[in-house]
């Protein structure tokens, strides 16, 4: 899983990405961050994570 983060630390962007596993392609809260999903390629979810200035955005695959 590739993870693009800013104003955030690597394990924070990592354990976001992770409370992903699970949900389908629901909105999540993780963090403080609040995740929205969008369709990708292939059946895999895109999530853009949002905390004012901060973001965290990861595709989500099926395999």
């Known amino acids: 899983m590739d993870i693009i983060a800013t104003g955030v630390t690597c394990d924070?962007?990592?354990a976001?990405?992770?409370a992903a596993e699970?949900?389908?392609r629901a909105a999540f809260k993780s963090g403080g961050f609040s995740?929205?999903?969008t369709d990708a390629p292939h059946g895999?979810?895109?999530y853009t994570c949002t905390k004012g200035k901060a973001r965290v955005?990861?595709?989500y695959?099926?395999?």
């Open 12 to 14: 924070e962007a990592s």
């Open 57 to 59: 955005t990861f595709r």
């Open 35 to 37: 995740c929205k999903p």
């Open 44 to 46: 895999d979810t895109n």
């Open 61 to 63: 695959g099926t395999a």
């Open 22 to 24: 699970g949900l389908g």
């Open 16 to 18: 976001i990405a992770k």
